[in-house]
């Protein structure tokens, strides 16, 4: 079915700005054979009906409206209904991927030609589903950004029994390292891999450090350091710590 008038959509969308609960602006864009669609649609915000439609056709327009404080949406023709539009939120750029990470998407929803019922649908359906995961994105996004600079490595130390252990108070750090097999010991901020199964402990670290990368953590192993035997110690020799507390970027 092609696409609607594009004149339509973008009147269409022009009423919602003056509809729409706080100050809005609208952007209509038309596009070509040539256009990267993944590209101008990457943003947006749905594994549902919307992520079908703009993967089942070419996406002749479409709108982008923007709220005084960011929050974006996109609206485009309904591929199956001349009556209906479909809108979607769309992701806040410029933040760090694993951010994402546990938070659902706030999928887009069909609304009638009707500004006004539209206006409500969005109002009532949508947009609560968005600010609420736009708010989980954004509390990632400042933890994940709140670590000092310079201190983004976690170090793993081979304990004597081939145990693998790491410090950290960081949360996400925490758990990725749950998440992979590492128990926590609740008397300290230490995690430990049993080493009982060498495989399973290589699979382990390898998973762990490829989730700590997306995070910006870098991950090293060591030795734990050789303990002098009793009476040999120099005085005021202070035992080296097997590992420190991770902190990112």
Do not use: C, K
């Not at 952007?27 to 703009?54: C, G, I, K, P, Y």
């Not at 947009?127 to 996004?141: F, G, I, K």
């Not at 097999?181 to 901020?189: L, Q, Y």
């Not at 670290?205 to 700590?212: C, E, F, H, I, S």
């Amino acid at each position: 079915m092609p696409d609607h008038d594009p004149d339509e959509l973008d009147s269409f969308a022009a009423i919602l700005t003056q509809l729409l609960p706080g100050a809005w602006t609208r952007e209509f864009r038309q596009h070509t054979a040539h256009d990267d669609q993944h590209f101008l649609t990457s943003d947006v915000w749905d594994m549902n009906q919307v992520a079908e439609a703009l993967a089942s056709r070419t996406l002749e327009h479409d709108v982008i409206l923007t709220r005084d404080d960011g929050l974006r949406l996109f609206l485009m023709d309904h591929p199956r209904h001349d009556e209906e539009f479909l809108v979607a939120s769309m992701a806040p750029a410029n933040t760090h991927t694993e951010a994402f990470r546990g938070v659902r998407e706030p999928d887009g929803i069909a609304i009638s030609a009707d500004p006004e019922q539209a206006t409500e649908a969005i109002t009532t359906s949508l947009l609560p589903r968005y600010e609420s995961a736009l708010a989980q994105v954004q509390d990632n996004a400042a933890r994940i950004n709140s670590r000092p600079a310079g201190a983004d490595t976690l170090v793993l130390t081979w304990t004597d029994t081939a145990d693998l252990s790491a410090t950290t108070e960081e949360r996400d750090v925490a758990e990725v390292l749950v998440g992979n097999g590492f128990v926590h010991d609740p008397e300290s901020t230490s995690y430990v891999l049993s080493g009982d199964d060498t495989a399973q402990q290589a699979q382990s670290v390898r998973a762990a450090g490829t989730r700590l990368a997306a995070i910006g953590i870098g991950v090293v192993l060591r030795h734990a350091p050789h303990r002098a035997s009793p009476g040999t110690m120099p005085v005021g020799a202070t035992p080296q710590a097997s590992a420190r507390t991770v902190r990112s970027r």
